[in-house]
């Protein structure tokens, strides 16, 4: 058997090592364009900041190291350009040329691309996005000579950018389209993440889009313009407005798509094609809570959709659980962290809910360090765990990933109230934050 998988990052790398680890004898190449696999998408804010010193850190594996561990064929530099269904081919641009491969199952794991705001001055070359290896390289390099960075789009990675660059000790303005930052809290939860990140000297522009950049300026090499009138003059712009699943091959292929150009899969990842499955940002997933349907570009459900497109190759049957949209980010001092429906979601898909506050101390009072801590829980008028946020120091993390548990299994008011969590003073109470939850919800 022959697989061939496209893009050797998380989904499809995670594909690939799955197929090896089912299948001793299967030949597996993977397609990746870039000159990286296997890196940490995730840390390349991190290595901005420098935090992570050494670039290298990024690298989890190379082709050989891939080969030596997994008998992986891992091609870089090699982009799949077309893919023929009725031949079962695909056609590879590579450096020598281009190359045609034959396969028995072709897994797509392409990721999304950067949404290019349709605004002057976007092509400067101050103007960049992160999202590879070598654009966190250059511009943890750039920030040496830079003093003012500018970042649009104010979500996760656009949080992580700011804290990077305020790290290295640059000015930083975060522009954001939408009222608050971090738009999928709510707007009570996104106003702490809000005064976390000016206390620490980041110039919050929310509710404003950036309506063109020029080069030069008040002593700095662009200028951004804003709706508002205001100017921003910076020496670095990093464009974080959100990604689109990148389906053009998956198109031109006449694979089913969504109207917003997302790949089809079904349970088993499998797209309208039975030999082809696909994985990660590119796909179409189910929410677990309103049962929207679109791309959740988040690396845990892209790991796991790439394991499964391969038990699914191998002839396994797990079917994929909808996703959660479990999510978290550091900023400064502060942990922000979502999982399941935020009243937002509920109110555009029509479902009813309650929600529920409370800010105890993330540990015991009485023990030295204790800080305030927000939890946010959303329910059905029947008292089910709809969603969950926290905004808080350490300990914010570990009650969303309890409550994404909760959720998973489908628990009530009730339920969590009842939750026997691990508690010594340093670490919780007696009645942890998320038993508070529950209390308060029944
Ligand atoms: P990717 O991991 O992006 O891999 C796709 C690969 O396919 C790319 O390397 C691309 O070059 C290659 N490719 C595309 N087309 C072709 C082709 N035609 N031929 C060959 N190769 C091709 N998620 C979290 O959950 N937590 C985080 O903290 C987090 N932080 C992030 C920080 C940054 C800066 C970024 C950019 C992303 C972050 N993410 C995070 C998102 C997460 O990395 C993605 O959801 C995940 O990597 C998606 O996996 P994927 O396999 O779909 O795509």
């Known amino acids: 058997m022959r697989i061939l998988v496209i893009g050797g990052v998380a989904g499809g790398m995670s594909a690939a090592a799955r197929a090896r680890r089912l299948d001793e004898h299967a030949e597996i190449i993977v397609f990746e364009k870039g000159r990286y696999v296997s890196f940490a998408n995730c840390g390349l804010p991190y290595h901005v900041g420098g935090e992570i010193e050494q670039d290298s850190y990024l690298l989890l594996h190379s082709p050989e190291s891939l080969k030596a561990e997994l008998d992986l064929d891992v091609r870089i530099e090699h982009e799949v350009i077309g893919i023929d269904r009725d031949a079962q081919t695909v056609l590879v641009a590579t450096p020598e040329g281009t190359e045609t491969f034959e396969y028995d199952a072709l897994v797509l794991s392409p990721g999304a691309d950067a949404i290019v705001p349709p605004i002057p001055g976007v092509d400067l070359p101050e103007v960049t996005h992160l999202r590879t290896v070598d654009e966190a390289r250059e511009l943890a390099g750039r920030t040496a000579n830079a003093k003012r960075a500018v970042v649009m789009g104010a979500g996760f990675i656009g949080l992580e950018t700011a804290e990077a660059f305020r790290h290295r000790g ?36 929310a509710g404003v889009a950036a309506t063109g950049i020029r080069a030069g300026g008040d002593d700095a090499a662009v200028t951004v313009t804003l709706g508002d009138g205001t100017e921003v003059p910076a020496d670095i712009v990093v464009m974080s407005v959100g990604v689109r699943p990148n389906t053009a091959l998956a198109g031109e292929a006449g694979l089913e798509l969504t109207d917003r150009g997302a790949i089809v899969v079904d349970e088993f990842q499998q797209t309208s094609d039975a030999h082809i499955w696909a994985a990660g940002d590119a796909i179409a997933v189910r929410h677990g809570v309103t049962g929207q349907v679109g791309p959740v570009p988040l690396a845990g459900p892209a790991n796991r959709q790439g394991r499964r497109a391969a038990d699914s190759i191998m002839g396994r049957s797990d079917k994929a659980q909808p996703v959660l949209g479990t999510a978290i980010v550091r900023t400064f001092g502060l942990t922000a962290a979502t999982t399941g429906a935020s ?100």
Do not use: C, W
């Open 170 to 205: 640059l000015e930083v303005t975060l522009v954001e389209l939408a009222p608050q930052v971090l738009p999928p809290l709510a707007p009570e939860m996104s106003a702490l993440v809000e005064k976390e990140l000016t206390s620490h000297g980041v110039d919050v522009r």
């Open 343 to 442: 009243p937002r979601m509920l109110d555009q898909a029509g479902i009813e809910y309650f929600v529920v506050h409370t800010h105890p101390a993330n540990h015991a009072g009485y023990y030295p360090g204790s800080q305030v801590l927000h939890l946010m829980g959303v329910f059905s008028p029947e008292g089910k765990l709809l969603g969950a946020q926290a905004v808080g120091p350490d300990g914010a993390d570990k009650r969303i990933d309890v409550l994404a548990t909760a959720l998973r299994a489908g628990f009530s008011a009730d339920d969590i109230a009842e939750l026997e969590l691990a508690y010594a003073p340093p670490f919780g109470s007696a009645k942890d934050p998320v038993n508070m939850l529950g209390f308060l919800a029944q």
